[in-house]
C-alpha cells in the first residue's frame, strides 16, 4: 500500500514510512487523479494538465515518457498504482491511499473539524511552484474547495461548542478561515461570540469612506477611545502575523503567555481593516530561520513579536517594509496575577496595537500605492544590511531606480543619504563631497515626509561627518520624539552621543535600541565598542567587536582596545584586517576629520591607534 501526502510537501511513501522517488509529474498525475471524482482520465487530458504550454503533440510524447518512467519505478511492485490503456489512465485506490481521504471520513462532527483544520492549515500541495497555467488554476480551485469543506465543517461543529475541547478547536478553525477571508462576517461573530465577545467593536466604513475603530466603555467609566482611519479602505487589507513568545529559558509561564497571545489574536480579529495571520502560521514563521524571506513570502505587513523573561512580556509591533519598531510595551506577567489579569492584558494588548495600526495606515498605503518603487526601496534596504562598499554602491543604485518609478518617494531619498555618509565611513578619506550629497538627499527627505522619523536620522548622522555635533544631536532628538520606538533611529543617536563626548549615554541608549532589536545589526555592536572604548571598558568594546557577523568596519576599535590592554597579538591581528581592507589609512588624517566635541576623545583614540601599531 502507498501513501499519497498532498499537504505541505507533495510525495508518495511506502508502507514502512519510506518515501517512493517518484517524478514531480508522476506526483502531480496522482493527486490530479486522486481528487477526481472517477480517478481515471484520458491520456489527452493527462498531458493538456501536466503540458498545456508546449504544442499538443510535445505533450504526449512527454507524457509517453513519464508514463514509461513510472513503469520502471512500479516495475517491482505486485499490485501496480496506475492501470495504462492505450487511450486513458486510472488510479488504483486499492493501492493508493491520500490524506484527501479525510475530506470523505465521517466521525463526530467536532472530530472532522479538527481533522480537516490539521490537515489544511498544512497548505494544499505547498511544496510545487506549478509549471502550467492548468496546474495553477487546479490547485487553486482544490484549496478554494477546500476552505468550503473546512467552512462547512465549522457550521456542523456549533452545536457541540459546549463540550470540553470544542471551543479552542472551533476557534483555531475560525482563525483559519478568517485568515483566508477576512470578509466573511458570520464566522467573525461566530468567533466573538465563542470568546465571550470582544473588547473591540468596529464600525463598518460609511459614506465617506471611513473605517473608525471604537474601544467599548470599560467598567470603570473611562472614556471610550475611538481611532479614525485617515484613508479610504484599501481592496486588499494589510496582514498581522503575531508571533508566540519565546523564551531563553523554560518557563512555567509560557504556555500562559502563548494562550495570552492567542487571546489578542481573537480580538484582533474584530478588525475589519486588518487580515490576522493564523496561529499554526504564525508558529511556522516563528521557528523558521529565515523570517523574513517568509514574512515577505506571506506578504505580511505587521509582525507582533513577544518575548517572556523574568520582567514579563516584551511586545513589540513591526512595520515589516521599513522594519521600524512603531510600538514596544512590557507587561507584568508574575505567577500570581497572570491567571486573573490575562483578560486584563489582552486587552490592553490589543487596544495599543489597533492603535497603532491605524495610525500606520497612511504610510502603508503610500508605499503600496507605488509598488516599484517600493520594492526597488526593499531592495536597497537589504543591501546596507552589510557595510561594504559593492553592497553600499548597489543599494544606492536601487534607491535611484525607486526614484525612477516615483520622483518624490521619501524612503528612497533617505536610503541615498544612508549610502553617502557609509560610503564615507568606509573609505575613511574624508570625501566631504559625499556628505553634502548625503545632506542634500535627507534635506530633501524631510521635504517630502517632515513627519517621518527617518529623514531627521539621516539629516543627524551627516550633521555629525560633517562637524556639527550639536545640529547632529538636535536632528537625532527629534528624530527620536517623532519615532520612540523606532531601534535605528535610537542606534543614530547613541553613535552621534558618543562623538559628542558622552559616552555613558550613548551606551545606555544603544543598549536600549538593542533590547528593542535583539538580533542586532553589526552597526549598533560597533556603536556599543566605541562607547564602550571611550568608557576605558576595552574588554567590554572588544566584545561586542567579536559579536559581529562582519567585522570588518570595527577592526581599528578593536586592535585599539587591545592595545590599551597590552594585548600585542590580538592588536596586531586587527591592525593588519583593518589595513588589508584600507591600506591607505592615515592616523592624523583620519582623526582630523573625525568629529568629538571634547579633545580628550581625540586622545584617547589616537593613543589607542598608536599603540597598536597604526
Known sequence: MLHLQTFGDLRLIETNGDPVRYPIKGLLMMAHLYAGASHELSRYELAQFLWNDVEADLARLNLRKLLSRI???????????????????RLNTQVVSSDLDIFRAGGSPLERLNAIAELTQRGFIGNIKPATKLIDAWIRAQRDAQALQLRQALLDALPDAQKPGAARTISSAALQILERDPKDEQVRALLHRLSGGSSLNERLPNGDDHARV???????????ADIERISPMPLILPRLVLLPPTSKHADAGLALANALIEDVTIELCALRNISIVAPHTAGQIRRDSEKAAVVARHSIAYLLDTRLSEEGLFAQLVYFPTDEIIWANRFAMTPDILPRQRRLIAQQLTMSVARE????????????????????????????SKLTLPHIRRARKAFKQSLSHKADFSPSFTGLARTFTSEWLVTAQGNNELLHLAEQNALRAIERDPASAAGHRELGVTKLYLGDVDASVAALHLAEELSPHFADVI??????????????????????????????????????????????????AIAYVEAMKDKAPAHRIAAASCAMIGDRKRALFHRQRAESINPVFDVEKWLAIVPFKEHWQKELYREGLLKAGF
Open 491 to 540: 542606534y543614530s543617536h547613541a553613535d552621534t552621543l558618543v562623538h559628542a563626548s558622552r559616552p555613558d549615554d550613548a551606551l545606555a541608549k544603544i543598549k536600549k535600541a538593542i533590547l528593542l532589536n535583539p538580533i542586532a545589526p553589526d552597526a549598533y555592536l560597533w556603536c556599543a565598542a566605541g562607547a564602550s572604548f571611550f568608557l576605558e571598558q576595552y574588554e567590554e
Open 357 to 384: 495600526l491605524a495610525e500606520n495606515e497612511e504610510e502603508r498605503l503610500r508605499f503600496e500605492a507605488n509598488p516599484e518603487a517600493y520594492h526597488a526601496y526593499l531592495v536597497g534596504s537589504s543591501l546596507m
Open 214 to 224: 471604537q474601544v467599548k466603555r470599560s467598567e470603570t467609566g473611562e472614556t471610550p
Open 71 to 89: 513503469r520502471e519505478t512500479d516495475g517491482g511492485r505486485a499490485e501496480m498504482p496506475f492501470d495504462f490503456t492505450a487511450t486513458t489512465v
